[in-house]
């Protein structure tokens, strides 16, 4: 598949570090969008239908990648599924008032 932007070729590697990795996405979405716009303006349905179906693809990645803040979606990071996640400290139980 030929990239609509160089920022969404998906056979460039995919950064190691979480943020790196976060930034490249972002890029690639916010330019496929622009391309999209850019392609539903010319009226190039069939090219702004392929390049809709990209960025969806790249905002699914971005989905995924912002699972865990910490990196668990980063290959090779393994989650924690015996212990449920704690939510207190989201909803400040347990936390003094001053």
Known sequence: MTPFTPSSDTR???????????DRIASAVATLAAEERRLHRLGLEAAER???EQRR?????AAVFALDGAGAASP??????????????????GEERS
């Not at 693809?57 to 990645?61: G, I, P, Q, R, V």
């Not at 090779?76 to 139980?93: K, L, S, Y």
């Open 76 to 93: 090779g990071a393994a989650a924690d599924v015996t212990r449920p996640p704690d939510w207190r400290g989201a909803f400040g139980i």
């Open 57 to 61: 693809y790249w905002e699914f990645l």
């Open 50 to 52: 392929r390049c809709r």
């Open 12 to 22: 460039a590697p995919i950064p190691d570090h979480a943020g790196a990795r976060l």
